[in-house]
């Protein structure tokens, strides 16, 4: 018998403002996307602008329960880095795993990028 997939609550207000967030992505979302979607991330289905809880996640992998976040520069502020903080605490309990990007890394060296998300796939599937 296949395992059902476990649901995760969202806030729904969130939703409009996902789709906002798809619609206007950064360059490192986009460069990042291009090497996601249509599965060719060994094969796993991601989304962008996920909902989860009360917050918004960049880009989601349901069947692993990963979570990916780019951080821009606002990441560095203090209280940025007390929401990520927050965020990363509550996705954790959920059971989903973040991994976290550097904007600049993204644009700078996608293929590392890429090559860490595959290795944490390969060894978490």
Not at 73 to 91: S, Y
Request: aromatic share 10%; net charge neutral; hydrophobic share 40%.
């Amino acid at each position: 018998m296949k395992e059902r997939r476990k649901i995760l609550p969202y806030n729904p207000v969130l939703k409009e403002y996902a789709r906002k967030l798809r619609n206007n992505s950064t360059n490192s979302e986009i460069l990042l996307w291009m090497q996601m979607r249509n599965k060719q991330l060994s094969g796993y289905d991601f989304d962008r602008q996920r909902p989860i809880d009360n917050y918004i996640i960049d880009f989601f992998c349901h069947d692993l329960m990963l979570a990916i976040e780019i951080d821009g520069v606002t990441h560095e502020w203090e209280e940025v880095k007390i929401k990520d903080a927050a965020k990363d605490a509550k996705m954790k309990e959920m059971g989903v795993t973040i991994l976290r990007f550097d904007d600049n890394q993204v644009k700078a060296d996608i293929e590392y990028v890429v090559r860490e998300i595959g290795k944490w796939i390969e060894e978490n599937k």
